[in-house]
């Protein structure tokens, strides 16, 4: 019966998030460049700067749906250095106070979509607890590039503090 139930929910979520749908307007159409939808009724986003910079790495997917990036000269002169960003959190966990988590350049809209593409999201962790808000945030850190093209993380902050 769990099965069924969780079954059910993983298919509402496939539909709902548009992972489905005619092949020019799918997120996995067979291409092997990763085609994130338009934000549609997305009210709030970030428009920082390193965002727009980030949107200009490729974001590609193979038969496995494993992700891979070509950082672009500018974003690859942020490694190692400290960023300032603004964007929006994303638990990775059902707790009150959390370290570690995701700031997305698209404020939340369901609980089961991705935050965003690949290259809309950053890992975070934060030298501080930190609690869930609904608005826009800001934290500043040390940026390091990653190649986890399994989980699709490509960018992360450590030592991350809110201003």
Request: charged residues 20%; contains cysteine; hydrophobic residues 40%.
């Amino acid at each position: 019966m769990r099965f069924v139930q969780f079954a059910g929910m993983a298919l509402f979520a496939v539909l709902f998030c548009g992972f489905m749908g005619s092949p020019e307007t799918s997120r996995f159409s067979g291409s092997t460049e990763y085609k994130p939808q338009p934000p549609g009724g997305m009210a709030m986003q970030s428009d920082d700067q390193i965002w727009k910079n980030f949107a200009k790495c490729k974001v590609k997917t193979d038969q496995n749906l494993s992700y891979s990036i070509t950082y672009i000269p500018g974003v690859k002169a942020l490694n190692g250095r400290n960023v300032t960003i603004s964007g929006f959190i994303q638990p990775l966990e059902a707790k009150d106070t959390f370290r570690h988590f995701l700031l997305s350049k698209n404020a939340p809209t369901c609980a089961f979509c991705p935050p965003g593409a690949p290259n809309e999201v950053v890992e975070v962790f934060s030298t501080k607890l930190t609690r869930w808000k609904e608005n826009l945030v800001t934290f500043s850190g040390t940026l390091s590039l990653v190649n986890d093209g399994k989980t699709g993380v490509f960018f992360q902050m450590k030592d991350a503090v809110e201003r």
